[in-house]
């Protein structure tokens, strides 16, 4: 399935092929239509090209969640927190932190 907002960020992406922000858009945009292979596919490489890029974990976290990949999640969040506060980010280390402790007391309270 690819719309066409998908293959115009395809298309910029083979202008810019390690940029930030189109990595994440794809990602988002593949996850909308619930092709969470390639969002995976997309967000992981934007871990990789860029860790650095805070609103990358929050996503990555809730897409394990919904694969129930719940250790998964919780490493992203982990990651996600350390990288928000390293950044000075407030907003994204606040709601890093409430998704990892609902996580955390859904799935890993005993």
């Known amino acids: 399935m ?5 293959n115009q960020l395809l298309n910029f992406l083979g202008e810019s092929p390690n940029d930030s922000f189109i990595l994440f ?3 988002k945009e593949y996850e909308k239509y619930d092709e969470r292979k390639m969002a995976f596919e997309y967000y992981l490489k934007l ?6 890029y805070v609103g990358l974990y929050y996503h990555l ?3 394990y969640e919904k694969d129930a990949a719940y250790d998964a ?3 992203a969040y982990k990651e996600g927190i350390a990288v928000a506060k390293s950044a000075g980010d407030r907003h994204a280390l606040g709601e890093l932190s409430e998704a990892k402790m609902i996580l955390e007391e859904d799935f890993f309270d005993e």
């Open 47 to 52: 871990k990789q090209t860029d860790p650095k």
């Open 2 to 6: 690819t719309s066409n907002r998908l």
């Open 25 to 27: 858009a794809i990602a």
């Open 61 to 63: 976290g809730k897409l």
């Open 73 to 75: 999640a919780l490493v």
